[in-house]
């Protein structure tokens, strides 16, 4: 079992920026793609982004491709979320999680909450004007 933990939250305004940080700990994740999601108020969880497990391959939600980066460095069992040209829509709880198998490639089902097994407890995020 991994455990993780999500920093970096926090205030930011319209067009910041903010770098979201995920630890885990307990075993490597280095074999293992990793994720963000969201959950704003009154809405259900969704998906945010993807890392395959060497870095190789990523995939984002339309509504935050060309503003977010995923990254990782397997060295310090870290990954990242890089947001930048925060909106108002980007407020929400951020939870980082790690696939529940190894060494997959991403796909469609990449986005589905189901692939993950290991969840952080979240960090908030709020954008203001």
């Known amino acids: 079992q991994v455990q993780l933990v999500e920093s970096g939250g926090g205030l930011a305004q319209v067009g910041g920026s903010l770098r979201l940080s995920c630890a885990a700990s307990?075993?490597?994740?280095?074999?293992?793609?990793m994720a963000w999601f969201r959950q704003a108020p009154g809405k259900e969880r969704e998906f945010v982004a993807a890392?395959?497990?060497?870095?190789?391959?990523?995939h984002y939600t339309e509504s935050v491709k060309g503003r977010f980066t995923i990254s990782r460095d397997n060295a310090k069992n870290t990954v990242f979320l890089q947001m930048n040209s925060l909106k108002l829509e980007d407020t929400a709880v951020y939870y980082c999680?790690?696939?529940?198998?190894?060494?997959?490639?991403?796909?469609?089902?990449?986005?589905?909450?189901?692939?993950?097994?290991?969840w952080g407890q979240g960090t908030q995020v709020t954008v203001s004007s």
């Open positions: 307990g075993r490597s994740i280095s074999t293992y793609a």
């Open positions: 890392i395959m497990w060497n870095g190789g391959r990523t």
């Open positions: 999680a790690s696939d529940r198998v190894p060494w997959r490639v991403l796909d469609r089902a990449t986005a589905s909450e189901s692939q993950y097994n290991n």
